[in-house]
T-cell receptor
Framework: EPEVTQTPSHQVTQMGQEVILRCVPI?????FYWYRQILGQKVEFLVS????????KSEIFDDQFSVERPDGSNFTLKIRSTKLEDSAMYFC?????????FGQGTRLTVV | EDQVTQSPEALRLQEGESSSLNCSYT??????LFWYRQDPGKGPEFLFT???AGEEKEKERLKATLTKKESFLHITAPKPEDSATYLC??????????FGKGTTLSVSS
């Protein structure tokens, strides 16, 4: 069964460093997303990506964040100059028709 | 103000004890309502999509229903393996999902 895969599963980084979270969406899907979930809180939308450009973004997705589809399979989220409050689970998702299918997440810990 | 509100926050059931989870929403122009299951430390797992009032979907012991203001996830004769957090999300404009905080279900044998 096709699935969204994310790497790494865990990432620990020093405050102020840059991190790149990687995702391989389901191959025939056209929309790609990043969501985050701070521990104990709800899942929050960050950004959606369609046809090689950002189609929607939330207030959370400021200049600290960027997304890229560097090749035909990978979809990345870059977080520059990480802050303690960026610690969260980051989920990638992709959509074919309407339902979004999520990866297992990357747990980012900023120390 | 939250656009998606789920209740109760937590629910404890005995195996076989049926119950319902509620998701109320305030968004206008609903394009779709989604139910997901989330296990601890894992990503949301898709369960159902509902598009219009009166629609119902079933999968094993779960049945989701939709009205103009809320959705219910009915769990019939739950088993311990149904223990998880159940998330409701809506799609208003575009394709981004707005999630509720979830209901954490614990089923004991």
């Amino acid at each position: 069964e096709p699935e969204v895969t994310q790497t790494p599963s865990h990432q620990v980084t020093q405050m102020g460093q840059e991190v790149i979270l990687r995702c391989v969406p389901i191959s025939n899907h056209l929309y790609f997303y990043w969501y985050r979930q701070i521990l104990g809180q709800k899942v929050e939308f960050l950004v959606s990506f369609y046809n090689n450009e950002i189609s929607e973004k939330s207030e959370i997705f400021d200049d600290q964040f960027s997304v890229e589809r560097p090749d035909g399979s990978n979809f990345t989220l870059k977080i520059r100059s990480t802050k303690l409050e960026d610690s969260a689970m980051y989920f990638c998702a992709s959509t074919g028709d309407a339902e979004a299918f999520f990866g297992q997440g990357t747990r980012l810990t900023v120390v | 103000e939250d656009q998606v509100t789920q209740s109760p926050e937590a629910l404890r059931l005995q195996e076989g004890e049926s119950s319902s989870l509620n998701c109320s929403y305030t968004v206008s122009g609903l394009r779709g309502l989604f139910w997901y299951r989330q296990d601890p430390g894992k990503g949301p797992e898709f369960l159902f999509t509902l598009y219009s009032a009166g629609e119902e979907k079933e999968k094993e012991r779960l049945k989701a229903t939709l009205t103009k203001k809320e959705s219910f996830l009915h769990i019939t004769a739950p088993k311990p393996e149904d223990s998880a957090t159940y998330l409701c999300a809506v799609n208003q404009a575009g394709t981004a999902l707005i999630f509720g905080k979830g209901t954490t279900l614990s089923v004991s044998s």
